[in-house]
């Protein structure tokens, strides 16, 4: 049974960095074709994707926050962390992880951050 | 990046309705699509992957087709635990996008 579960603080101040984990089990990212991505959703609004590890340790970001974004993955942990720069309110919405074999098929809870000062 | 624009944005309709939901892409995306059915308050779920594949344990009530830049997603007898926001998605190409989403609730 796949799972995963992101953690991380619920409240960051504007200009800070935002750090996420996602937790995972029931699969390995060292395992050919898997991939790791985050997607998030402001409140009331549509899903918006950030970015994509796979078990090659190949990155993908989107091109609006690529300057903002990195993710990366420790395979002995099970996890993989996104960093975001530079918060703004703007990015407050609930973060999810997700596990990719071409779509996202399994999705952890998600957490929701607030930006705020 | 590729565009998906979805209709209609909502829609009320009645317990055993069919339901019907268009998404187009702005470039041919064959049949890379996915539909995800989001409930208020939970994380996405996929339905549909491959624009007509069914995924594991999903009721057959829910269906998928299309191809290219037209795809349409079918809900064959509402529910009442289908009222939710439904999102296409396309994987063709980075990156990957979603749709604006399509709210279904009862009457």
């Known amino acids: 049974q796949i799972t995963l579960k992101e953690s991380g603080p619920t409240l960051v101040k504007p200009t800070q960095t935002l750090t996420l984990t996602c937790t995972f089990s029931g699969f390995s990212l060292s395992t050919s074709g898997v991939g790791v991505g985050w997607i998030r959703q402001p409140p009331g609004k549509a899903l918006e994707w950030l970015a994509l590890?796979?078990?090659?340790?190949?990155?993908r970001y989107s091109p609006s926050l690529r300057s903002r974004l990195t993710i990366t993955k420790d395979t002995a942990k099970n996890q993989v962390v996104l960093k975001m720069t530079n918060m703004d309110p703007v990015d407050t919405g609930r973060y999810y992880c997700?596990?990719?074999?071409?779509?996202?098929?399994?999705w952890g809870q998600g957490t929701l951050v607030t930006v705020s000062s | 990046d590729i565009l998906l624009t979805q209709s209609p944005s909502s829609l009320s309709v009645s317990v055993g309705d069919s339901v019907t939901i268009t998404c187009q892409a702005s470039?041919?995306?064959?049949?890379?699509v996915t539909w995800y059915q989001q409930k208020s308050g939970e994380a996405p779920r996929l339905l549909i992957y491959?624009?007509?594949s069914l995924e594991t344990g999903v009721p057959s009530r829910f269906s998928g087709r299309g191809s290219g830049t037209d795809f349409i997603f079918t809900i064959a007898s509402l529910q009442p635990e289908d009222v939710a926001t439904y999102y296409c998605q396309q994987y063709d190409n980075f990156p990957t996008t979603f749709g604006p989403g399509t709210t279904v609730d009862l009457k």
């Open positions: 470039h041919d995306i064959f049949h890379y």
């Open positions: 491959d624009a007509s």
């Open positions: 997700a596990h990719e074999t071409g779509w996202y098929g399994h």
């Open positions: 590890i796979y078990w090659d340790d190949d990155k």
